[in-house]
């Protein structure tokens, strides 16, 4: 007596007719479909025996139903993304779901182009441009004003102070004098070329010099002392007389060494002497 081949639930004989293994059970295809099948994620119909079954983690798709959320592309062969709410994408709509937009164009910068960030924000490469000359920044350096960004060049030119002595843009740190900016490395004295920023120094006929140059080479000498007549500490106030200058300390009556400064004197020689003292000559 042949042994019998029936559906594991129905207990239909199943000779000469289509079945499916479950779990190591043979069942009519009408059994597989209404107890085994697993259901289709996208149209939420049985998959049935003979149907192509596709599956990503514990979800099932007819293979016609696994297609892109968005352009409805089929995935079976094709590379796709799941993203957290459970929808299947194709690659490039999945990019586009969930990428940047340029900050310039408000166009989706896909994953792997080129691309600029700055504070948080991001701008295709191309469209990172100056505000000025509007060509593209890429790796360049680059300063802003307000929202806009410039090159450096442009930025020099509509925006920096330029130096008094080279005319070139000062585009970090420099020194103001008598309200006209300077690099500091321009601000030097005439002759022995010292930075002068932050230390003493006089000008003379549009140079400045510091005070030891000064005084060799620029201050006139004292007739009374012959030291140089600085401007500096005592040497402040000054005499001249004649195409002659001392300080006004060294102004004094020659024979009793009465200050002469701002009273009546009298030039003998080389000498000056109150008017009581030149009396007595």
């Not at 000062?170 to 022995?192: K, L, R």
């Given at each position: 007596?042949?042994?019998?081949?029936?559906?594991?639930?129905?207990?239909?004989?199943?000779?000469?007719?289509?079945?499916?293994?479950?779990?190591?059970?043979?069942?009519?295809?009408?059994?597989?479909?209404?107890?085994?099948?697993?259901?289709?994620?996208?149209?939420?119909?049985?998959?049935?025996?003979?149907?192509?079954?596709?599956?990503?983690?514990?979800?099932?798709?007819?293979?016609?139903?696994?297609?892109?959320?968005?352009?409805?592309?089929?995935?079976?062969?094709?590379?796709?993304?799941?993203?957290?709410?459970?929808?299947?994408?194709?690659?490039?709509?999945?990019?586009?779901?969930?990428?940047?937009?340029?900050?310039?164009?408000?166009?989706?910068?896909?994953?792997?182009?080129?691309?600029?960030?700055?504070?948080?924000?991001?701008?295709?490469?191309?469209?990172?441009?100056?505000?000025?000359?509007?060509q593209p920044i890429c790796s360049q350096s680059f300063l802003t004003k307000g929202d806009d960004m410039y090159c450096t060049p442009c930025h020099?030119?509509?925006?920096?102070?330029?130096?008094?002595?080279?005319?070139?843009?000062?585009?970090?740190?420099?020194?103001?004098?008598?309200?006209?900016?300077?690099?500091?490395?321009?601000?030097?004295?005439?002759?022995?070329?010292?930075?002068?920023?932050?230390?003493?120094?006089?000008?003379?006929?549009?140079?400045?010099?510091?005070?030891?140059?000064?005084?060799?080479?620029?201050?006139?000498?004292?007739?009374?002392?012959?030291?140089?007549?600085?401007?500096?500490?005592?040497?402040?106030?000054?005499?001249?007389?004649e195409n002659k200058s001392w300080h006004e300390y060294c102004f004094n009556c020659k024979k009793c060494s009465l200050s002469m400064a701002h009273?009546?004197?009298?030039?003998?020689?080389?000498?000056?002497?109150?008017?009581?003292?030149?009396?007595?000559?």
């Amino acid at each position: 007596m042949t042994e019998r081949f029936d559906c594991f639930y129905c207990r239909d004989n199943l000779q000469g007719k289509k079945y499916a293994n479950k779990d190591d059970k043979h069942v009519c295809l009408r059994c597989f479909e209404k107890l085994c099948a697993n259901t289709c994620a996208e149209c939420r119909k049985p998959i049935g025996a003979d149907a192509k079954e596709l599956n990503h983690k514990n979800r099932h798709w007819h293979e016609g139903c696994f297609r892109c959320a968005k352009c409805y592309k089929p995935l079976a062969n094709e590379p796709f993304a799941a993203k957290d709410d459970g929808k299947i994408m194709c690659g490039k709509c999945g990019d586009r779901d969930g990428s940047p937009r340029c900050q310039a164009c408000y166009k989706v910068i896909t994953p792997g182009s080129k691309n600029v960030e700055y504070k948080h924000k991001v701008w295709h490469e191309e469209c990172f441009t100056c505000f000025e000359c509007k060509q593209p920044i890429c790796s360049q350096s680059f300063l802003t004003k307000g929202d806009d960004m410039y090159c450096t060049p442009c930025h020099e030119k509509k925006f920096a102070k330029h130096c008094v002595r080279c005319k070139e843009a000062i585009t970090s740190g420099g020194i103001t004098y008598q309200d006209q900016p300077w690099h500091s490395e321009c601000f030097v004295c005439h002759t022995c070329k010292k930075p002068l920023a932050g230390a003493r120094f006089t000008a003379h006929e549009d140079q400045f010099y510091c005070v030891d140059c000064y005084k060799t080479d620029v201050a006139k000498k004292c007739s009374g002392c012959q030291n140089p007549i600085t401007g500096f500490g005592r040497g402040t106030n000054v005499v001249n007389y004649e195409n002659k200058s001392w300080h006004e300390y060294c102004f004094n009556c020659k024979k009793c060494s009465l200050s002469m400064a701002h009273k009546r004197f009298v030039i003998n020689g080389e000498d000056i002497y109150c008017s009581d003292c030149a009396k007595k000559l």
